[in-house]
């Protein structure tokens, strides 16, 4: 399977909002509803705050939210931090226990 | 709050073996499934597969089958071992764990750089 298609970056001011777009296919995004995503800083590991396209574990922000249309995901996180700077990355199931993965959007808040 | 501790060799040859081992602090060793990631300098995170307390495991189909993932549930541990490593396995290693039934990764290990180099 190929990796799922990210923006390389983005970047806002603070207390904007910004989406990012998580694209894969037929055979991850667009058939399973097992869409997550996680918040990457360096030198650390990953952090989950979306899972099932919507859903937010415990403790995680309601600033991050998630989305799902067709074989496109999104992450929208609203009210932008300094606190936000990071690498974000999407993931989704794509059948026979696979997980795929995202390349990676670097977030910088301006 | 679950806490995954990892470790390894950090530095390899080509050919040799990669062995890493995470142990699972604060938590249920039960009713997870347990993975193994890496992400290779510049690109994409890839799952290399998981295994439960029970020894059932699974592998990406899309990586090559010298990977075996084990559990230790006598030790709260898994184990991740790669024979015959090249330069293309050089990456930053990673444990996670996954509740069953939702395919994500709640907890994650700080991340092992492996570096394969002659």
């Known amino acids: 399977q190929s990796a799922l298609t990210q923006p390389a970056s983005v970047s806002a001011s603070p207390g904007q909002s910004i989406t990012i777009f998580c694209s894969g296919t037929s055979g991850d995004i667009g058939t399973y509803d097992l869409v997550s995503w996680y918040q990457l800083h360096p030198g650390q590991g990953p952090k989950l705050i979306i899972f099932e396209v919507t859903k937010r574990p415990s403790g995680v922000s309601d600033r991050f939210s998630g989305a799902k249309s067709g074989n496109t995901a999104s992450l929208t996180i609203s009210g932008l931090q300094a606190a936000d700077e990071a690498e974000y990355v999407c993931c989704s199931y794509a059948g026979r226990s696979t997980r795929i993965f995202g390349g990676g959007t670097k977030v910088t808040v301006l | 709050q679950v806490r995954l501790q990892q470790w390894g060799a950090g530095l390899l040859k080509p050919s040799e073996t990669l062995s890493l081992t995470c142990a699972v602090h604060?938590?249920?060793?039960?009713?997870?499934?347990w993975s193994w990631l890496r992400q290779p300098p510049g690109k994409a995170l890839e799952w290399i597969g998981e295994?439960?307390?029970?020894?059932?495991?699974h592998y990406n189909p899309s990586l090559k089958s010298s990977f075996t993932i084990s559990a230790d549930t006598s030790k709260n541990q898994f184990s991740l071992k790669l024979t015959s490593v090249t330069a293309a396995d050089t990456s930053v290693y990673y444990c996670?764990?996954?509740?069953?039934?939702?395919?994500?990764?709640?907890?994650w290990g700080p991340g092992t750089l492996v570096t394969v180099s002659s």
């Open positions: 996670a764990r996954t509740p069953y039934g939702i395919a994500a990764f709640d907890s």
């Open positions: 604060g938590g249920s060793f039960s009713g997870y499934y």
């Open positions: 295994v439960n307390d029970g020894g059932k495991t």
